[in-house]
């Protein structure tokens, strides 16, 4: 009887250990500690360097196929919070007194069933007016991580994406705009390692820095927005319904097995 529960447990026990592929792709990334500082380029003309916000606003919003969510706020870093969810996938958003963040996270539910989603907490919207010849430089805390788990089937690719921007728009006079941007991200995918393709995961964090100036003698007027965004795409399965069983089968045996060793000494 003992031989029988150690051949069972033998035989069971690769269900344990070598549990199926999947496809699961995931991403998150934030913004905090968002600030600005100003300079005086001409500290002869007698204008205090200053800033001016209108109509700040925090937004958040997610979308994982036909489900999406917006949710708006007056204020910076107002407090909103967006979320769509569909099988075992969900994406997520959400704005505050930290900050910004987005994540999301994703497995398809049959091969070749395309999953995608997006995400974006963006705690300051806003326009603005500068003073004539100043300055000014938005930074913020960045951090982000992208993973894929199988990368590449043969077939199809997962991918998985996560960023922090800064953008701001200026208009210095009639019909004319300046674009300045600062931008952080992390692109997973695939990646070959000799014999096979494997998931990957790629990371970022650090300082993000976004700087401009009014070089003129009147106040120029703009836009600024900053967020945090987190992207991806799967359509590899997860395990077939026969196969959690399987493993479970497997995990219950081992178990007795393990029961009885202990029992018989």
């Known amino acids: 009887m003992k031989k029988w529960w150690i051949a069972a447990g033998v035989a069971a026990a690769p269900f344990v250990i070598a549990s199926p592929a999947w496809g699961a792709v995931s991403a998150t990334a934030s913004l905090s500690n968002f600030a600005w500082q100003l300079f005086d380029l001409d500290p002869t003309d007698g204008i205090t360097p200053a800033i001016t916000f209108a109509g700040e606003s925090s937004v958040s919003t997610s979308s994982l196929g036909s489900s999406s969510d917006y949710r708006w706020a007056p204020g ?21 007194a930290s900050g910004g963040s987005a994540t999301i996270s994703l497995r398809s539910p049959t091969a070749g ?60 006079g009639i019909d004319s705009q300046e674009y300045h941007s600062a931008y952080r991200s992390a692109y997973a995918s695939d990646s070959w390692d000799g014999s096979g393709y494997t998931g990957q995961t790629v990371s970022f964090a650090g300082l993000l820095r976004l700087g401009f100036g009014n070089f003129s003698g009147e106040a120029v007027n703009g836009l600024v927005y900053a967020s945090a965004s987190a992207s991806g795409g799967t359509s590899l399965p997860v395990p077939e319904p026969h196969t959690y069983a399987l493993m479970l089968a497997g995990l219950a045996t081992v178990g007795l097995w393990v029961r009885r060793r202990r029992r018989d000494g």
Do not use: C
């Not at 870093?77 to 505050?96: E, I, M, W």
């Open 113 to 172: 069933t395309w999953v995608y989603a997006s995400a974006d907490g963006s705690p300051v919207n806003a326009s603005f007016t500068i003073t004539p010849w100043t300055a000014v430089l938005f930074t913020a805390d960045a951090s982000g991580t992208a993973k894929t788990t199988i990368g590449f089937d043969g077939v199809d690719r997962e991918y998985a994406n996560a960023s922090v921007s800064m953008t701001a728009y200026l208009s210095p």
């Open 76 to 96: 910076f870093f107002a407090s909103t919070a967006a979320s769509s969810t569909s099988g075992l996938s969900s994406a997520g958003a959400s704005t505050g």
